[in-house]
């Protein structure tokens, strides 16, 4: 009897899965449509890459000056400030030849103000000439020409009453021997005027000389300075400060060590100006411009951080790689290009978590 009431119940149960199935398919279809349409509707409009690596500056330290380290005073990864002391160097050398140089301007100082001196009595001198002693000379002419013009004067008008023997000979004797001894006085007037005219010229030429030996000294004193100057910014080379604030890295200088003009000494990574360089598929560029918002997850910690599309490069990747492809080899296969879209991650956002140059990240740029 067992067996004929279990029998009919089994067709029973057919009916009852099948319209569960039908009930399932009915709701189930406008829910799976409707969470289908809302990811679609959210994904339309974000273009995503996993191909987004964390830039940043790559500040290298080098020395200026040739010289030996006498003290290294930092680590790798130890974080610095702007103008914190890296790297002493030994400054013997070059403050040895600083205190040369600083003798050396003392003298040219020394020989300027000599030269100066020397100007200002040669100046003094070619006055004198010019001045007191020509006028005088000049007067004594103009005199001496005046006495010679009376004594012509004379021995002329006495000349006829000589003839005439109105006079003695010895009284006209008298008037030629003072018409020749005044032309004698004009003549030795004219070449003490002469005289000293060319004692000026002398002197004028010598004003010229002190006035270059003055400008060579003084050039002396300002190539002095210079070379002063020179060594003493050296001297303060000596001193490798820290340029911006930043995490040493590749520490390759040592104590004891011998280094050259532009040798790098080590690498300054400053953390935080940092930024995002995405790489999108060229496909996903249509809509996208500076200025939209993003979002970078880190693969480190899964954080999700907001930021802002700052530019996008002007050409792809692999064009601007060491060795760019050629298409004109006629075996050319059409592959989606990469183009690096630099992101910029908000102040506020990026005191979350420290970013470090070469982590990856996942970008993905809101293009509504």
Not at 230 to 257: C, H, M, N, S, W
Request: charged share 25%; net charge neutral; proline share 4%.
């Amino acid at each position: 009897m067992n067996q004929d009431a279990s029998a009919p119940t089994a067709p029973a149960e057919e009916p009852a899965n099948g319209a569960k199935a039908i009930r399932a398919l009915l709701i189930g279809t406008p829910i799976a449509l409707l969470i289908g349409g809302g990811l679609w509707f959210y994904s339309r409009n974000r273009m995503s890459t996993d191909d987004a690596q964390v830039d940043g500056h790559l500040v290298p330290v080098s020395c200026r000056v040739y010289g030996t380290v006498d003290k290294v005073l930092v680590e790798d990864n130890q974080a610095v400030k702007a103008g914190d002391p890296l790297v002493a160097m030994d400054p013997r050398d070059i403050q040895a030849r600083l205190d040369q140089a600083r003798a050396a301007q003392a003298q040219a100082r020394a020989q300027v103000e000599g030269a100066r001196a020397d100007l200002e009595r040669a100046r003094v001198a070619f006055q004198q000439a010019r001045s007191s002693d020509l006028e005088t000379a000049k007067a004594t002419l103009d005199s001496k020409k005046a006495s010679l013009d009376k004594a012509r004067t004379d021995l002329q008008r006495m000349k006829p009453l000589a003839e005439r023997e109105e006079i003695s000979a010895l009284q006209y004797d008298g008037f030629r021997t003072q018409a020749e001894v005044a032309d004698s006085e004009w003549r030795a007037s004219q070449q003490r005027l002469s005289s000293l005219q060319h004692e000026a010229d002398i002197r004028k030429v010598a004003v010229g000389a002190a006035e270059a030996r003055l400008a060579s000294a003084q050039a002396q004193v300002d190539q002095a300075r210079a070379s002063q100057e020179g060594l003493e910014l050296q001297l303060g080379y000596t001193r490798i400060l820290a340029p911006v604030d930043g995490v040493v890295t590749r520490k390759f200088v040592e104590a004891g060590q011998t280094i050259q003009p532009g040798q790098g000494l080590l690498t300054l990574i400053p953390l935080h100006q940092t930024w995002i360089t995405a790489n999108f598929k060229e496909t996903q560029l249509a809509r996208m411009k500076p200025g939209q918002e993003a979002e970078v997850k880190v693969d480190m910690n899964g954080a999700v951080l907001k930021g802002r599309v700052d530019s996008i490069a002007g050409s792809t990747g692999s064009r601007m790689s060491l060795l760019p492809p050629e298409n004109a080899v006629g075996n050319f296969v059409k592959v989606v290009q990469r183009i690096p879209v630099k992101i910029r991650i908000d102040e506020a956002e990026a005191q979350k978590v420290i970013l470090r140059p070469g982590m990856n990240v996942e970008a993905t740029v809101i293009v509504k």
